[in-house]
């Protein structure tokens, strides 16, 4: 093969350090964005946070207030070695905060259910062998409270040696499992929910509902569970009344004894801006509580200008680059939730009602951003307003053509939905079919199955199991 040197022309996008820092920047959630500016703090000493610069608050005030109309316009230029120009943003520290004191410390630990179980059996006065089939036993429950092996597959699970110590046998675990039973909270050490129920009915008084209760818990909980009024009381030789005293007994239990225990750990989200009316307009700002307070550190930026350079040149390029990105940051996001409370304004006035249906590409073409922007902008991004904390994306979605040739937000079919289904009969509650021809009667066109997608979207079971006696 001849070998031969041809010239060819094409275009290659790269992405500047200083882009690709932005990019990430915006992208991150405030939880996760505050973490990230805590470890540029770390790691580059030019860059400080100031906790009582007046001008840098006054500046924040002013990039928070929806009249700024120059959210786009930024220059290099402002971002020199003097004063204010180096800093930027609204949250603060107090100077004055004890370091030595950690509030985390300061929080209450709950118990968790093994604890709580363990606390119980050691009150009790219990020979060893019994106090360590109790404690077996109390370390194979689980989570929701329930024991998912059988005595057998329990033994197994115990090291041999220490059975052949204790010479622990199936009776042993089976007198430690009626002991656990009788722990709080009530129902624990069940097999299932219908023993967790028949253990709590037997803390209850024995009145005619009770009584009835116990029978359907122990032989008809599926015909309960299915709605299946007509078949239990036939079984149950009962009528419309005694069925419906004992429904109410049922669901007054907790069908798993250890809910409480199994809570999920809470989520914390910090709201990026606020949302208000004022003097009946509509307006957006900044949460100065999102916003991380940052400038150069002066001192060593004068030092860096006398010397023309240095060994934190490089540190000082890299701060000037975080406290820019991080401007345009909150800048963006500020714009993008202008435009998003300015479509949806009818949403913060009537509900959820009143969505308008809008997409990414909406709000791309009106900011005169990019369609990836706008969804990195989009995402674990909240706003606090009246309505409640609700994330960005939340207003985004699908739509509907109506008869009149309009469109309606799938939110909007979904708030429909649900008003439909909270003012039903309950004794003869509405199918999808009928839900499905009650809003084509109102204009939107929206076949069964979509009805039946968006309800169980909404966790709103079917039609069999909302009837009521």
């Known amino acids: 093969m001849k070998q031969s040197l041809q010239l060819r022309l094409s275009q290659q996008l790269n992405l500047t350090p200083q882009l690709q820092q932005s990019i990430k920047l915006l992208q991150l959630s405030t939880l996760d964005f505050q973490t990230e500016i805590e470890r540029y703090l770390l790691e580059n000493p030019l860059l400080e946070q100031d906790s009582a610069g007046s001008s840098s608050s006054d500046s924040a005030e002013n990039s928070s207030s929806t009249d700024s109309t120059d959210n786009n316009s930024s220059s290099d230029d402002s971002y020199g070695t003097g ?91 089976a007198v430690a499992l009626a002991r656990l039973k009788q722990f709080d909270p009530v129902g ?76 999920l750990t809470p989520r914390y989200v910090v709201p990026d801006v606020l949302v208000q009316k004022i003097k009946g307009q509509w307006q957006v700002r900044l949460n100065p509580a999102a916003m991380p307070r940052l400038r150069i550190n002066q001192v060593y930026a004068d030092i860096l200008q006398r010397s023309e350079g240095g060994v934190l040149a490089r540190e000082l390029q890299e701060a000037k680059w975080l406290v820019k990105s991080v401007q345009q940051r909150f800048e963006t996001i500020l714009r993008v939730a202008q435009a998003i409370v300015e479509r949806q304004r009818a949403f913060f ?5 009143a969505m308008r249906p809008l997409v990414l590409r909406d709000i791309a073409m009106e900011l005169d951003l990019h369609e990836s ?97």
């Open 83 to 173: 004063g204010d120009d180096m800093e930027w943003g609204g949250g603060s520290r107090s100077s004055d905060d004890d370091d030595d004191f950690d509030p985390a410390t300061q929080v209450a630990r709950e118990l968790t259910l093994r604890e709580h179980l363990l606390d119980q059996a050691g009150v009790q006065r219990l020979p060893d062998r019994d106090h360590a089939a109790l404690a077996f036993m109390i370390d194979a429950v689980d989570e929701e409270g329930f024991l998912p092996f059988s005595l057998e597959e329990l033994l197994e699970q115990i090291p041999p040696e220490i059975v052949s110590q204790l010479e622990l046998e199936i009776d042993d675990l």
């Open 188 to 263: 624990v050490g069940a097999r299932n929910t219908a023993e967790a129920l028949s253990l709590q009915l037997r803390q209850l008084e024995s009145t005619p509902a009770c009584v009835l209760a116990r029978q359907i818990v122990g032989q008809h909980l599926d015909l309960l569970a299915g709605r299946d009024y007509t078949k239990l009381k036939r079984l149950l030789k009962c009528d419309d009344a005694a069925l419906k005293a004992a429904q109410t007994v049922i669901t007054s239990l907790n069908p798993r004894p250890a809910a409480q225990w199994a809570a």
């Open 349 to 353: 006035e009537h509900g959820e009602v």
């Open 373 to 469: 922007t706008v969804s990195r902008v989009t995402t674990q991004k909240y706003m606090a307003s009246p309505r409640g904390l609700l994330e960005f994306k939340y207003f985004f979605g699908s739509h509907v053509d109506t008869e009149a040739g309009g469109e309606c937000s799938a939110t909007a079919i979904k708030a429909l939905i649900r008003q439909m289904i909270q003012n039903e009969d309950k004794t003869r509650p509405l199918s999808d079919s009928a839900i499905a021809d009650a809003l084509s009667g109102q204009g939107i066109v929206v076949a069964r199955r979509t009805v039946a997608k968006y309800r169980e979207g909404m966790n709103v079971p079917p039609v069999n199991l909302r009837k009521n006696l």
